[in-house]
């Protein structure tokens, strides 16, 4: 990855947004609801005052307007703060 977050950053690749049909009809992609699950792809190192606890690699939650959309090589990603995430989820 060459993108690096700074401070208390992390990077997230977003999960796919689910298709869903309703009797037959596909629901266009401008009204699929955003994802709210992804997965760190690049942490900054924190700051003094918050230690940076996610790792890359962790799948978290977060908040349905958090982060700033950015594009890299074609991928759509999430910059957002560590603060802005709601939960790590921990695979059973």
Known sequence: M???????????LPAPAEEKTIGGI????????KPLKGEVMATGNGTKDEEMILKVGDTVLYGK???TELEYNGVKYLMMRQSD????????
Do not use: C, F, M, Q
Not at 2 to 12: F, M, Q, S
Not at 26 to 33: L, S, V, Y
């Open 85 to 92: 995430v709601l939960a790590i989820v921990e695979h059973v």
């Open 2 to 12: 060459n993108i690096k977050p700074l401070a208390d950053r992390v990077l997230i």
């Open 26 to 33: 596909i629901i266009p992609d401008t009204a699929k609801e």
């Open 65 to 67: 307007y958090s982060g």
